[in-house]
């Protein structure tokens, strides 16, 4: 149990083996465990994540549980991971080797890194994800995460915003790439993103179509990297039919020679 009404900044673990006896005994590898984080933050432990070692993320701060160095004489504790606390609007997420969240207040992006070889030799280094784009950082409602593999060469992070714009961050850091974007769509808002372990990305996208509002969940087209974008072999350029989505549209025409338009 991470947080409770009760204990709010305390993690709770049961016995080995029997999962409603919490009681702590006397410290042996079976017994249940309470970590108590030492901190100033009267909101509790907000979110967890599954890292190197669980991360615990409150409004003042980071915290991780060294659950490898237990020596059943020692009462285990919280040890601060970050001193920047967490805007729990966005769930942390794991991104390319660091565990990533929303910094309170919701204009920075923060990473943690693990440093060193183990709980006694290393800690967590914080980074500002998003410090050449902070701009991009506006009132932020959703992330999620497409990680690179089968389907796709490089990671990135999409974090929805309050306006119904993207905010992406593409990373590789093993080739140290790193840049963010910004993304929109015709006619629409973005209102939440998810991704599934294959790489595919969805949205839900609010859209006014015919002057009523439409929701729908979309998702992307491969080699489609254009919204509404459409393929024609042409005899003759003067005429393009079955364009009727985008009536009213400003479009461009990408050809052998280049491209024209607006």
């Avoid at 993320?57 to 919280?78: I, K, R, W």
């Avoid at 729990?88 to 910094?103: K, N, S, T």
């Avoid at 690179?148 to 992406?168: K, P, S």
Wanted: charged share 20%; net charge negative; with cysteine.
């Amino acid at each position: 149990q991470f947080g409770g009404k009760q204990l709010p900044l305390t993690a709770i673990a049961s016995q080995y083996g029997d999962y409603f006896d919490f009681s702590q005994g006397s410290n042996r590898a079976t017994d249940g465990l309470e970590y108590v984080i030492d901190g100033d933050d009267d909101d509790g432990i907000r979110a967890v994540l599954k890292d190197r070692y669980p991360l615990l993320f409150t409004t003042s701060g980071v915290y991780f549980l060294p659950v490898n160095a237990l020596d059943g004489e020692t009462p285990p504790g919280a040890i601060e991971a970050s001193e920047y606390g967490f805007e729990e609007i966005i769930p942390p997420l794991r991104f390319d080797g660091l565990a990533v969240y929303v910094q309170q207040g919701g204009k920075v992006i923060r990473g943690l890194s693990w440093q060193g070889s183990d709980v006694n030799q290393g800690g967590w280094a914080p980074v500002d994800l998003s410090l050449r784009a902070s701009h991009l950082i506006q009132s932020p409602i959703d992330a999620c995460v497409r990680e690179a593999g089968r389907l796709n060469n490089t990671n990135i992070y999409f974090l929805v915003r309050g306006d119904g714009e993207l905010a992406t961050l593409t990373s590789l850091d093993e080739q140290s790439v790193s840049g963010w974007a910004r993304e929109n769509t015709p006619n629409g808002e973005f209102m939440a993103a998810g991704a599934d372990k294959l790489g595919r990305i969805y949205f839900a996208v609010r859209r006014e179509v015919d002057g009523e509002v439409v929701h729908s969940i979309e998702t992307e087209e491969a080699g489609k990297y254009l919204d509404g974008s459409v393929e024609r072999t042409l005899v003759s350029a003067t005429n393009v039919e079955n364009l009727a989505h985008l009536e009213g549209q400003q479009i461009y025409l990408f050809h052998e020679n280049g491209y024209n338009g607006p």
